[in-house]
């Protein structure tokens, strides 16, 4: 399978290429040359398969022969280690609990893939070693650390805007120590995105060898599109209509759901939630694609100003905003609407939501409120554990959260990091290190 860079100045790239390279040369990002279907058959025997099987079937044309199928298979079972529930919440609507692997937030999953993939292609060709450069504003960064951690010929530097993610997932990224790195910035997440996209393109910086585990890497950004196939084989009434609503910062997970549709996932509607971060929500009104620096709310992970695999979305809609707009809405929330979403889960449903997975909640019921709810299946995506955002969720419900074992250890950790204020401090960084 080949890539090409939607900025159309780069020289196609294989799964190895793209996935060392994270941006094309032009700064573009990959998208695969061709997207075939799954075929009927597979969406009807999808009850009898198992996850695992599910994941080779899907993305097998992406990888193409550049992986044997075994050591695919290999990769995809350290991937899928833990579960993702269903969880009924409402009649006809259902929340997708992405949370249950070792970082405990949905990207685990992209983390884990890519990571595998590289460690393949290291032990294939024994070269010097790689530094992945990693923008965090939140779960990223500890999922990332968490499936690079000791994987051999590769260091990790993770940037994350100071004081803007929580005191769980700081701990997450900060106390690994081995092959991971953190530094943190005096700035916002954009900021710290800027930063890796810069020295990617920094030529005195070419004898490093660079790349990105951010969800603009095709081997983190493809493989979330096994949620959208998981949920719908455990859905246990297929007949309806699906809708699926994400919460959504970069727009990679939302992306990857309408991959999956592409792939022939009966799926009639996706809504991107967001935080008041709604550059998106203001394109599908206007028509005009107008990023803007990111505001700070209580859903951390999601506070993106100008989402990077948006382009990619207008890429498997054609870029037609009519045909979009068929399939794709998108909604903003203040913090104060999230946490009483927050509130009403909690007291109508005893269900203890993330801020994120709240979003979400409060996008579907958005959308649906005027749709006939006994023909349509809803599911948000809870993507993060409410412990993860202990303080929000425990003002907001008023009710301790338990905290789980893998996160109580980490808590009791010492951080450790290094301060930066702008790029050229972290080029001196890089060259040092
Ligand atoms: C990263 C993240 C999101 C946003 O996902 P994107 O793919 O960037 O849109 C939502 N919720 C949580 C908890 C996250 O960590």
């Known amino acids: 399978m080949n890539y090409y860079s939607l900025n159309n100045k780069s020289p196609k790239a294989s799964f190895k290429e793209a996935l060392i390279n994270g941006l094309a040369p032009d700064r573009g990002l990959y998208f695969p040359e061709s997207i075939e279907s799954l075929g009927q058959d597979f969406i009807k025997k999808i009850d009898q398969l198992s996850h695992q099987e599910i994941a080779f079937e899907a993305i097998k044309q992406f990888v193409g022969n550049e992986i044997p199928e075994n050591s695919l298979k290999e990769i995809i079972e350290k991937t899928l280690s833990f579960n993702f529930p269903l969880e009924q919440i409402e009649d006809n609507i259902y929340s ?9 937030a949905f990207k685990d999953v992209g983390a884990q893939f890519m990571a595998q993939c590289m460690g393949y292609f290291n032990r294939q ?7 992945v450069l990693v923008a965090t504003s939140g779960d990223t960064g500890g999922a990332v650390a968490n499936g690079f951690l000791g994987v051999e010929g590769i260091d990790v530097v ?3 805007p100071s004081g803007k993610v929580s005191d769980i997932q700081e701990k997450q990224l900060t106390t690994l120590g081995n092959n991971i790195q953190a530094v943190e910035v005096n700035g916002t997440f954009d900021d710290c995105q800027e930063m890796v996209k810069t020295a990617f393109l920094d030529t005195e910086l070419n004898s490093k060898k660079l790349t990105s585990a951010n969800s603009i890497n095709i081997a983190r950004w493809i493989p979330q599109m096994f949620y ?9 009434d297929k ?9 959504s910062g970069n727009f990679g997970n939302i992306c990857a759901g309408i991959m999956a549709y592409k792939l022939g996932l009966p799926v009639k509607h996706f809504v991107a939630a967001t935080n008041i971060n709604d550059t998106i ?3 599908l009104e206007t028509g005009i694609y107008a990023p803007k620096t990111a505001q700070q709310t209580i859903s951390n992970a999601m506070d993106v100003g100008d989402p990077s695999n948006f382009i990619r979305i207008q890429q498997l809609m054609n870029n037609d905003i009519h045909k979009l707009k068929s399939i794709f809405s998108s909604y ?7 946490k009483e979403g927050m509130k009403k889960l909690y007291k109508n449903a005893s269900y203890v939501s993330d801020p994120h997975g709240a979003i979400g909640y409060l996008g579907l019921k958005k959308y649906l409120k005027n749709k006939s709810l006994h023909n349509t299946n809803g599911i948000f995506l809870e993507t993060a554990h409410p412990c993860k955002f202990l303080d929000t969720v425990e003002n907001t419900i008023k009710t301790k959260v338990e905290i789980p074992l893998q996160i109580k250890s980490i808590l009791e950790k010492e951080k450790n990091s290094i301060k930066i204020n702008d790029y050229s401090e972290f080029k001196s960084f890089l060259l040092k290190s």
Do not use: C, R, W
Request: net charge positive; no cysteine.
């Open 228 to 236: 959208f196939f998981f949920a719908y084989k455990a859905l246990k």
């Open 239 to 247: 007949s309806k209509e699906i809708t699926f609503s994400v919460p």
């Open 158 to 160: 993770i940037l994350y």
């Open 125 to 131: 060709s024994k070269t010097s070693n790689v530094t």
């Open 281 to 283: 929500h203001q394109f």
């Open 96 to 104: 997708l609990e992405l949370f249950h692997g070792p970082t405990m």
């Open 332 to 338: 903003s929330f203040t913090d104060q609407q999230t």
